[in-house]
């Protein structure tokens, strides 16, 4: 399915290829697959699947978190009618539904210690129990995922060491999107071209930011927001996708980058996200006049604007880049700013 399509050509997510089509071939190894959010662990169990002896199998998917605690154990393996309360008919367990093929278990971290013995047993014996029934033997290959520190959870008891051990025979990390630049372009291009769109309708700015954006959210992020993009460039009639119709997150959330607003008085580094460096050269200028003239009047004549004009900007960049200000004592002494 198109929208399964494991995108890569880094290094990282080469070399993740080559290990789950080797895996494919061998449905007896417990796979978990680790990483941020939305970096694509389904779409690699997935990969795993198409690429195997099973890809004619059943391919079952089970966000943990998102089935309430009391149903999980019948939602995964299954009950019989009559075996509590609500059981008005059999049901069919993730598992059983799986017989075959792939069970992908993702967020494997949010599951309890009742489930987590039951999932013991069954990747010892291969058996699963119905609520209410009797054993059933089952065959699957079992891939984990998790962006939680399971080896933590261990230690703070959350989680079996027994279970971590079964579940974690060939661990994968897979990267987050900003540590494998080259792939975003590769993603970028293919997610603009399922709307109908190419890298040529961004502007030279809005393609700058989505190459310097940190991109939190992954490959989830990423797609989430073209989507958005060419939705409003389409409602608007606009000839690009220009920076008027980006997510305001990516415009804010640019400015508060880890690691990337490295402002040093020493040695003037300049911050490297696009707005934050309009911010740093605006108020730099203004540092400056405020510095060589004998008070804001003069130093508003100096830049060319009147007081007000030299009020508003300050209080503009207090408010968007509050951070910056640490640099530039002349303006919070002129303003009493308190840092």
């Known amino acids: 399915e198109k929208q399964y399509n494991f995108i890569g050509e880094s290094p990282a997510i080469k070399e993740i290829k080559t290990f789950l089509e080797k895996l494919s071939h061998r449905p007896d190894v417990s796979i978990l697959l680790t990483g941020e959010s939305g970096v694509g662990k389904e779409v690699a169990a997935r990969y795993l699947h198409e690429k195997g002896e099973r890809k004619d199998k059943p391919f079952q998917a089970v966000h943990l978190s998102a089935i309430p605690k009391h149903l999980l154990e019948s939602t995964l393996f299954g009950h019989l009618k009559g075996s509590f309360t609500d059981a008005k008919t059999n049901q069919t367990g993730e598992f059983q539904k799986a017989n075959g093929g792939i069970l992908f278990l993702d967020e494997i971290g949010e599951i309890n210690q009742n489930i987590q013995i039951k999932l013991l047993r069954f990747l010892e014996d291969r058996k699963i129990t119905p609520v209410g029934g009797n054993p059933i033997q089952l065959d699957i290959q079992i891939v984990s995922a998790t962006n939680k520190n399971l080896k933590e959870e261990v230690e703070n008891g959350n989680f079996r060491e027994d279970l971590y051990h079964r579940i974690n025979q060939f661990p994968i990390e897979i990267p987050p999107l900003r540590e494998r630049k080259e792939d975003l372009l590769l993603l970028l291009e293919h997610y603009l071209l399922t709307e109908q769109e190419s890298i040529d309708s961004l502007t030279q700015e809005v393609y700058d930011i989505f190459l310097d954006y940190h991109w939190r959210g992954n490959v989830r992020e990423l797609v989430n927001t073209v989507k958005s993009i060419c939705l409003k460039k389409d409602m608007l ?86 951070e910056l200000f640490e640099h530039f004592p002349e303006i919070c002494k002129s303003y009493k700013i308190k840092n």
């Open 237 to 322: 009639e606009l000839d690009k996708i220009d920076i008027s119709i980006l997510p305001i997150n990516i415009i804010n959330r640019n400015l508060q980058q880890d690691n990337e607003i490295t402002l040093k008085v020493n040695n003037a580094s300049s911050p490297v996200s696009w707005k934050s460096k309009t911010a740093f050269n605006e108020l730099n200028a203004i540092e400056n006049a405020l510095g060589n003239s004998r008070n804001k009047e003069a130093a508003a004549e100096v830049l060319g604007l009147n007081l007000d004009k030299l009020r508003y900007k300050v209080r503009k960049y207090l408010k968007s880049d509050p």
